[in-house]
């Protein structure tokens, strides 16, 4: 159903080539905050990549969960350092640190979409010291990937949800449009498509457009670019007419009137954007794509442990200070229960797999 334009390259290690280089021109990506991951790294590599019999899960009793933690914590990261889920895991790993009186190192393992960081894990010890974070892109691999060589359904177990981050649809400031309904009417015209960029082909924000088109009937043309940043640089510069991006990374230019926000696709008005109303309200009840960011550990960690890192993280979470730091750097709080988190992780693979199904979205 969804046009999109030729891609340039073709493949890049399992990950579609982005759109023209040209309107990505400007981004930069940031060098890890942590060498000390190094040296955990190298001291964990047994742990996080040769011991898919996960020996030694049942030492870890109830007991010992009463202690935990007693060495240092790696947080696998699923994207390259400087982006919005390393900056928030970077985050609540200082948090952690100061909270649990061990080291909380982030490690960055990046490609194929997350799909190699979230494989790490899941062949990592089930001990609670190797947890990945990650955000909703690992429910929606599974729909796109069929060939992987480990099951999100069954290799990890959710923890908890840390935050929620909603996208937004945006629309240059010299077009016509000032409502989601004026983009979607362009759409349906017999003129020209509008042209509209994401974030990369299978993102969150790419569902997003998605989900809008299929329940509108409208048609725009799918512009992918490699990141929410070289996709705001391209409708700045007029190269597309809308972006569907986070709405944290697009809040300076919609503060200096650079761009013109239509809808965010959260359930909710989101804190961030209170005046923009959400996709829900404005002809499509119940449509909601929120992107979560989740903390998840190895199958056969123990549920004692699963639950002290969820008590643990959740009361960092909702403590006054950090929900401020939480909403400064764009984002809604999460700190669900375990179980909770889990179901909508399961969700989420449910329904992301029947949309990319639809869409046709493959890599094998």
């Not at 640190?97 to 799909?115: H, K």
């Not at 761009?259 to 359930?267: E, I, N, R, Y």
């Not at 993280?313 to 889990?342: C, H, N, T």
């Amino acid at each position: 159903m969804l046009a999109t334009v030729p891609l340039c390259a073709g493949l890049l290690a399992g990950v579609w080539a982005p759109a023209p280089a040209a309107a990505q021109a400007g981004a930069t990506q940031a060098s890890p905050a942590r060498v000390s991951a190094v040296q955990v790294s190298a001291a964990r590599t047994s742990a996080t990549e040769s011991n898919p019999a996960k020996i030694g899960a049942a030492r870890a009793s109830a007991d010992e969960a009463g202690d935990y933690p007693r060495q240092p914590i790696v947080l696998v990261v699923t994207f390259p350092p400087g982006g919005g889920t390393d900056m928030l895991a970077r985050r609540l790993a200082a948090w952690m640190e100061r909270d649990l009186g061990q080291p909380v190192v982030v490690e960055n393992r990046a490609g194929a979409s997350g799909n190699i960081g979230a494989r790490s894990v899941a062949r990592a010890q089930p001990d609670g010291y190797t947890l990945l974070v990650a955000n909703s892109s690992y429910a929606i691999n599974p729909g796109v990937y069929r060939k992987l060589d480990f099951s999100p359904q069954e290799d990890l177990i959710g923890v908890i949800n840390i935050a929620f981050v909603p996208s937004v649809v945006v629309a240059a400031a010299g077009t016509p449009w000032n409502t989601l309904g004026e983009a979607l009417r362009a759409g349906t015209d017999q003129g020209r498509q509008p042209a509209y960029a994401s974030c990369g082909n299978g993102t969150p924000q790419h569902l997003a457009a998605e989900q809008i088109q299929e329940r509108s009937g409208a048609h725009w043309l799918h512009v992918p670019y490699r990141g929410c940043g070289p996709a705001l640089a391209g409708v700045l510069a007029g190269n597309v007419d809308l972006a569907v991006v986070t709405a944290s990374s697009a809040l300076p230019h919609l503060r200096a009137g650079t761009l013109k926000p239509l809808a965010v696709t959260s359930p909710e008005r989101s804190p961030l954007l209170p005046d923009v109303p959400t996709v829900a309200e404005q002809g499509m009840p119940g449509y909601e794509l929120n992107q979560w960011h989740g903390l998840l550990a190895p199958a056969g960690t123990p549920p004692a442990i699963i639950a002290r890192l969820n008590s643990l993280v959740g009361a960092i979470l909702r403590r006054p200070d950090k929900l401020r730091a939480l909403a400064e750097m764009g984002y809604d709080p999460g700190a669900d229960s375990a179980a909770a988190f889990q179901d909508r992780v399961q969700r989420d693979i449910v329904r992301f797999g029947a949309l990319t199904e639809r869409m046709g979205l493959r890599v094998d």
